[in-house]
């Protein structure tokens, strides 16, 4: 198991997580009443967006954001993506240029985040930036994510809900077992849909790709795949290890060696796979329920099919590269 990186907070607590906690509780108006209650109450909860399972606090107060670092063991210089329900909310908390408003009314809601500045008078926690001058900012297109953000009448910030460098979870059972008796709740509305973390652009460039390729977003090629930065990092999921099982993982895999549990694409069978067909969409949407299972095996380590660098393939073999990086 690799440390946790603890950003400076004091661990999370709280009198309503208990070492058996979170409790699972099904969408509808119940829960969304309760999540939205521990919201407003400055606690973190979990809910599913249509990319991975997020983990949600009020965006505006630094109590409840150090909470999210706390409970993840994120570092502090990670910035935080912010949800709110619609354009006129993101306008209300970052300057947009005639780019991105034209991105935003393509293809919000839905799993493309902006990196944009921050206006002086948003409101949002320094500690969701970093220090930074510009905010990741998103409209989500899930309906637990929107339902949350109407009745918490807040914008949220919402990381993956996992503790930080692990990997992502698509299904409520993934952020139950990892964020054990430090969050009090996690909305259960079944696998998410899109299975990879959101495409983030700032200006013309690609930060992470996401489900939405390059050639959806932009009518001319050629937007420059800026995975890292020289001035370091300006948005989430720029760190060379993350996405990471607890085990090794080696790819480009065309048969599994001596205890390696293979996940399998296209031709390659594995020992399960991520698509028979070799659907890339499919593969994204599978592809980290798939390295769970593999890290809960009795194998000592996982190996992984190649997969096309192409469409969504770009953002798979991206979270592989960095699950895959030396830790």
């Known amino acids: 198991m690799r440390p946790l990186l603890w950003s400076g907070f004091a661990p999370y607590s709280s009198p309503k997580v208990s070492p058996t906690n979170p409790r699972i509780l099904p969408y509808g108006t119940a829960a969304i009443a309760e999540a939205a209650a521990l919201i407003r109450a400055g606690e973190c909860v979990a809910v599913p967006t249509e990319t991975v399972y997020g983990l949600a606090a009020d965006a505006t107060e630094s109590r409840a954001v150090a909470g999210i670092y706390a409970a993840k063991g994120r570092p502090s210089f990670n ?7 619609d354009l006129a909310a993101a306008e209300r908390i970052a300057v947009f240029d005639d780019a991105a408003r034209d991105l935003a009314r393509r293809f919000w809601p839905g799993p493309l985040t902006l990196v944009l500045p921050v206006r002086a008078d948003a409101g949002i926690a320094s500690l ?8 990741a900012i998103r409209v ?7 339902a949350l953000l109407a009745a918490s009448g807040k914008p949220l910030a919402a990381p993956s809900a996992n503790v930080s460098g692990g990997i ?20 259960d509305d079944g696998a998410t849909s899109a299975g990879v973390e959101s495409t983030i652009i700032m200006g013309s460039t690609i930060l992470r790709p996401g489900p939405l390729t390059e050639a959806e977003l932009f009518l001319n090629p050629g937007p420059r795949l800026s995975p890292g930065s020289s001035d370091g990092i300006v948005a989430p999921g720029q760190l060379d290890s993350h996405y990471a099982p607890s085990k ?4 480009e ?5 001596d205890g390696e549990y293979l996940i399998g694409f296209g031709a390659v069978p594995g020992t399960e796979t991520l698509s028979a067909s070799g659907n890339l969409t499919e593969a994204a949407a599978n592809l980290f329920d798939a390295l769970h299972r593999a890290d809960a095996s009795g194998a000592a380590a996982i190996a992984v099919a190649p997969i ?4 969504i393939g770009v953002a ?12």
Do not use: Y
Request: no cysteine; proline share 12%.
């Open 79 to 85: 910035p935080l993506i912010v949800h709110v329900p």
């Open 128 to 135: 969701v930036t970093a220090g930074l001058d510009t905010i």
């Open 140 to 146: 989500p297109a899930h309906r637990a994510m929107q």
């Open 253 to 257: 895999a065309t048969e599994a060696q």
């Open 316 to 327: 798979i073999n991206d979270r592989l590269r960095r699950a895959a990086f030396p830790r």
């Open 168 to 187: 992502s979870p698509t299904r409520a059972e993934h952020v139950a077992k990892s964020l054990v008796g430090r969050i009090p709740i996690v909305i």
């Open 308 to 311: 096309p660098e192409a469409g």
């Open 248 to 251: 090794p993982v080696r790819l």
